[in-house]
């Protein structure tokens, strides 16, 4: 049941967001004409106060966060972004401001990735701040990213630097330093590789965004594809702010989430092409590891090779 | 951040609810080859604990009424379906027994509209269920319907009983007899009406499925194409149910939600092309009133002609 305030709300605040697709969002659906020769690809999102983003974090931030976490989902397939839809739970007393500032958002990022609001619904929760977005993208057909296509010999390569999310929720709630707030904006504030993953379309053999911490998510294209792999942990790219937070947080950094980074395989001659794509879109790519014929599993060891030197965090073999 | 046994659960629970579309839900997104020729449509409504539904309400029938709304939306727009994406949050020890009975449901439904899952995502809240589902579907290019094109003199048709959703949350909830529990049925397991929107393609001028209640949803129909409406208070089809729960509650019907039936316009000239799509689908339809030039609003009047009867509720004029 829609209340009529329900109605206000959308028209306000919604409305303004919605492309040509959405019908205005007066329709019971949007209508899409896919473009011809592409695949679609969707994925779907939910995020909830106190478990994905923190109660007090602004608005805007929140709205941004939800839309480029899926907009990661689409980068780690190498797909362009097309639109999304959003559902939004809140308590009954929300005010207009929270509207607002969720609302204008969505807008500075749908202008920044060229997307829009294709539908979505408002309702009222007496819990935390609820949301769900579900984003379509496009890919040329047969040349989506996947999971599972690395081979033995592979070399695995993240982007940008690792860990940044994972110190960055620690300064958010105050309890790492963070002078300049770097950390805090990089959990706060992701940024989907989009241009990368569609320059490495054709050449990466698998790709995936790190939500769930490099390790485990190196540790899902192991399994995609039946193979093992290692992690050289003096490898692994930290920023200047998350080197600094020191060593004790290393471990932090390797199986934290929120990073949206993107972890991929690719043949050792295919390198050069893989740092040019990199070089291509502004994005820094960096080599952290290999993968090997064996059991799915991950190891991170040091560069001297002798030990798991992090056996004591037991992370360092996540299977 | 996905936990362990997050990947479990979605391995025992909803892997087997997914087409070749959604990869094994292994990918960071699903891939859809669009049909040649047609549109995509695609809505997202949310479903909240004691917001939709009952917290007691078997949850089964939770995810087929979700499922369920949404199929609403595409029939409404004269589409057939596709897949949907699904986010589900609940608490951290929430027993598998309800994701078992949760995805027992889904896989009926899916089952019953030759549909499946095509991605998702499952976590935790501090507060009630909070769902959200995106249905995707697709119509023949140029032959959805909409909303807005009704036309002064054309006829309000809907299909089935309107009413029996609303007086079903007052069974639910103990308030109403209900010896035989249609009504209580009707409200937790709408029937989405995908054979009749189908089939009124190209004979209907304008729909909507009533989910808001028949008086506001007409109201949309007439503000979308900027006329008004009458509805004969007589005419309106009520279940054998509905009609011996009393005058008192006739108010009700025609303006509580949860219907899921359809509601749109045809010109008088289309009357037999409407009543044998609906014997063709088996889906009774009835005109209830008819579109006027005018300010956009809803009258609601005995049959008798003579007076807005049901004034006092507040209810009969709405804009």
New interface residues.
């Given amino acids: 049941?829609?209340l009529a305030n329900e109605f206000d709300r959308i028209a306000r605040h919604f409305r303004p967001l919605a492309g040509p697709a959405a019908?205005d969002l007066?329709?019971?659906?949007?209508?899409?004409?896919?473009p011809?020769g592409?695949?679609?690809?969707?994925?779907?999102?939910?995020?909830?106060a106190?478990?994905?983003f923190l109660p007090g974090d602004p608005p805007d931030l929140v709205a941004r966060k939800l839309l480029r976490a899926n907009l990661?989902?689409?980068a780690?397939?190498g797909?362009d972004p097309l639109g999304y839809?959003?559902?939004?739970?809140v308590a009954r007393d929300t005010p207009e401001a929270w509207f607002a500032a969720f609302s204008a958002g969505l807008a500075a990022d749908q202008a920044e990735f060229g997307i829009s609001l294709?539908?979505?619904?408002?309702?009222?929760?007496?819990?935390?701040v609820?949301l769900?977005l579900?984003?379509?993208?496009t890919?040329p057909?047969g040349e989506?990213l996947?999971?599972?296509g690395a081979r033995p010999g592979d070399d695995i390569w993240v982007s940008g630097t690792i860990g940044d999310g994972a110190l960055g929720l620690l300064a958010a709630q105050g309890t790492l330093a963070d002078p300049d707030g770097f950390l805090a904006d990089r959990y706060r504030l992701p940024r989907p590789r989009l241009a990368l993953g569609r320059t490495l379309r054709g050449v990466a053999t698998a790709c995936?965004?790190v939500?769930?911490?490099l390790v485990?998510d190196v540790g899902h294209l192991c399994r995609?594809a039946g193979l093992g792999a290692v992690i050289e942990a003096g490898w692994v790219p930290l920023s200047a702010a998350a080197a600094t937070a020191g060593a004790e947080h290393f471990a932090r950094c390797l199986t934290?989430?929120?990073d949206y980074e993107l972890a991929f395989a690719a043949p050792a001659a295919a390198a050069a092409a893989v740092r040019a794509a990199g070089i291509a879109v502004a994005t820094p790519v960096t080599v952290v590891g290999r993968f090997a014929a064996g059991d799915p599993g991950v190891q991170v060891r040091r560069t001297d090779g002798t030990a798991p030197a992090l056996a004591s965090a037991g992370w360092d073999h996540f299977a």
């Fill in positions: 049941v829609t019908l007066g329709d019971d659906a949007a209508l899409l004409d896919p011809p592409l695949q679609l690809v969707v994925s779907a999102d939910a995020m909830v106190g478990v994905h990661s989902d689409l780690a397939m797909a839809l959003l559902t939004v739970s294709l539908g979505g619904d408002t309702t009222s929760t007496s819990g935390p609820s769900s579900t984003i379509i993208g890919v057909r989506a996947r999971r599972g995936l965004d939500s769930d911490g485990q995609a934290g989430g929120d």
